[in-house]
């Protein structure tokens, strides 16, 4: 069976066709996966990876045929569904730090371009956020700070803008970034950060890909969303819906949904 994940979106694909592709894979069944540039390090147990050209969009969900493509629910559907190994597979010797690791995955994008309300970011970490958690545990954890900003190409429909992090970054020569370890190693984006967060036991993170992807690592994933009400809907979804309730399967992680800076900064043990 070939597989396709039409290029949805980051965390449809981690939550609705790897599971399903890698299902397929351990019943002997997978012939082939496609998907978006970037996605290779995702599927390597794929008999046969095909990267395409096609923009990962919100809008491509409505195409994918594959189980549990409606991610907003208190549930999955498991009857198609196994987890990839991740951390296994990608455990290293490289991205050994003499402290513990803390993954700090931040982004800051216009959020839904469709409503004015919400056409903003809304769920990020503030550089006053950041130079707070960089002060506070620089020295117990070895941080390491996710942004996609600086790659365009693995960017969807609503992509990144300048939060000024980088310029921050050049203010705590302890804290090492994703983009610094892939030129070091000569790494790729998303396998670089697969090898680190297969030797990571404590994340924080935001609603979206990058909190679905931390929680197939196992560890703590402190995951930041500021709730919203408007209307009769609770924004972000997630926090309406109950998806973070299932996260734990990915990859037995313990997961701890906060909704402001300072219980993020209580989750954290010095």
Same mark, same amino acid.
């Given at each position: &069976?070939?597989?396709?994940?039409?290029?949805?979106?980051?965390?449809?694909?981690? #939550?609705? @066709?790897?599971?399903?592709?890698?299902?397929?894979?351990?019943?002997?069944?997978?012939?082939?996966?496609?998907?978006? +540039?970037?996605?290779?390090? !995702?599927? !390597?147990?794929?008999?046969?990876?095909?990267?395409?050209?096609?923009?990962?969009?919100?809008?491509?969900?409505?195409? &994918?045929? @594959?189980?549990?493509? $409606?991610?907003?629910?208190?549930?999955? $559907?498991?009857?198609?569904?196994?987890?990839?190994?991740?951390?296994?597979?990608?455990?290293?010797?490289?991205?050994?730090?003499?402290?513990?690791?803390?993954?700090?995955?931040?982004?800051?994008?216009?959020?839904?371009?469709?409503?004015?309300?919400?056409?903003?970011?809304?769920?990020?970490?503030?550089?006053?956020?950041?130079?707070?958690?960089?002060?506070?545990?620089? $020295?117990?954890?070895?941080?390491?700070?996710?942004? /996609?900003?600086? =790659? $365009?190409?693995?960017?969807?429909?609503?992509?990144?803008?300048?939060?000024?992090?980088?310029?921050?970054?050049?203010?705590?020569?302890? +804290?090492?970034?994703?983009?610094?370890?892939?030129? #070091?190693?000569?790494?790729?984006?998303?396998?670089?950060?697969?090898?680190? &967060?297969?030797?990571?036991?404590?994340?924080?993170?935001?609603?979206?890909?990058? =909190?679905?992807?931390?929680?197939?690592?196992?560890?703590?994933?402190? /995951?930041? @969303?500021?709730?919203?009400?408007?209307?009769?809907?609770?924004?972000?979804?997630?926090?309406?819906?109950?998806?973070?309730?299932?996260?734990?399967?990915?990859?037995?992680?313990?997961?701890?949904?906060?909704?402001?800076?300072?219980?993020?900064?209580?989750? /954290?043990?010095?």
């Amino acid at each position: &069976m070939i597989v396709n994940s039409q290029s949805p979106e980051f965390g449809y694909e981690l #939550i609705s @066709t790897i599971p399903y592709a890698y299902y397929l894979h351990e019943k002997g069944w997978l012939t082939e996966t496609i998907s978006s +540039i970037g996605s290779s390090p !995702f599927y !390597f147990f794929s008999p046969k990876h095909t990267e395409n050209n096609k923009k990962r969009s919100w809008y491509n969900v409505e195409k &994918m045929n @594959t189980p549990n493509k $409606d991610i907003h629910k208190p549930a999955l $559907d498991l009857d198609q569904f196994k987890v990839p190994p991740y951390r296994d597979h990608y455990k290293n010797d490289l991205f050994k730090f003499k402290k513990p690791t803390l993954i700090i995955y931040n982004r800051y994008n216009n959020e839904w371009p469709g409503n004015p309300e919400l056409n903003k970011p809304i769920n990020f970490f503030s550089i006053k956020f950041l130079r707070e958690l960089f002060d506070k545990f620089q $020295d117990k954890y070895q941080i390491v700070y996710f942004n /996609i900003d600086k =790659s $365009d190409e693995l960017q969807d429909n609503a992509p990144s803008i300048n939060l000024g992090d980088w310029e921050l970054l050049s203010d705590y020569p302890k +804290i090492l970034n994703i983009y610094e370890l892939m030129s #070091i190693y000569e790494l790729d984006y998303n396998t670089c950060q697969l090898m680190i &967060m297969a030797n990571c036991e404590l994340f924080v993170t935001m609603n979206g890909g990058g =909190s679905i992807l931390a929680s197939y690592f196992g560890g703590k994933n402190i /995951i930041y @969303t500021n709730k919203k009400n408007i209307g009769d809907r609770i924004y972000p979804r997630e926090n309406q819906t109950g998806d973070f309730g299932y996260y734990h399967l990915f990859g037995g992680s313990e997961i701890v949904n906060v909704h402001t800076y300072e219980n993020v900064l209580k989750e /954290i043990k010095l």
